[in-house]
């Protein structure tokens, strides 16, 4: 069975500008969540995802977004760029909403200058 | 809040040795997971506890989730090279999906 999957692997972006990063879960996952993960504040929760619809959200500005498609792959948006969004995006996967075990893809490396 | 203090947060030590990776909180959570992160991936699950005083083993490494839930601690046995990465604990609720992790041990086994 294929792991979590994130595309693309690396990106470079100049702030003000904005970016879509994509997962796309473990074959028969529903629930897919989003990290960031920097130096300083280590793994930090976004949002969750069941059923296309958000169930949970961290402590992240309004720039950040995301939205989950019918084949519960997911996309996360992050506009107007800063420089401190520079950071590794990791999703995350697991069978149902609420479900503890999840699996993480290898991350999209954002960096913006 | 709920926080997930990790220590230490490096740790450099010679293959053969043991090690101890401990995972604090004044909180209590459902379950808690352990995760191993290489340079440039995402973390790989180590194993879930969910049971108060409950033991894991994995090989050489032995998981122990507290009585009350609150902290955890990772320890390895006889540490191979192989075992060098970026370890994290991280908490669960009983919402579930939201996962809060610790800061993370670097551990480096040298041959």
């Known amino acids: 069975k294929a792991g979590v999957t994130q595309t693309p692997r690396y990106l470079i972006k100049t702030r003000g500008q904005q970016v879509t990063l994509s997962c796309s879960p473990i074959s028969g996952h529903r629930s897919v969540s989003w990290y960031q993960q920097t130096p300083g504040q280590g793994l930090q929760f976004l949002f969750e995802y069941f059923s296309e619809t958000q169930r949970n959200k961290g402590n992240f500005p309004g720039r950040f977004s995301g939205r989950q498609f019918s084949n519960s792959r997911s996309e996360m948006n992050v506009s107007t760029l800063e420089l401190g969004d520079s950071a590794l995006y990791l999703c995350a996967s697991s069978l149902l909403a609420g479900d503890e075990t999840q699996y993480f893809g290898p991350g999209t490396r954002l960096l913006v200058l | 809040t709920q926080l997930l203090e990790q220590s230490p947060q490096f740790l450099s030590i010679q293959e053969g040795e043991n090690l101890t990776v401990y995972c604090n909180s004044s909180s209590v959570f459902s379950s808690l997971q352990w995760y191993r992160q290489e340079p440039g991936e995402g973390p790989v699950l180590l194993v879930t506890?969910?049971?108060?005083?409950e033991v894991k083993k994995l090989k050489r490494l032995t998981f122990q989730f507290g009585d009350a839930r609150k902290d955890s601690s990772l320890h390895i046995t006889a540490a191979q090279p192989g075992d060098t990465g970026l370890y994290l604990c991280a908490g669960a609720t009983a919402a579930g999906n939201k996962l809060t992790f610790g800061g993370g041990t670097r551990v480096l086994v040298k041959p």
């Open positions: 506890v969910v049971t108060g005083g």
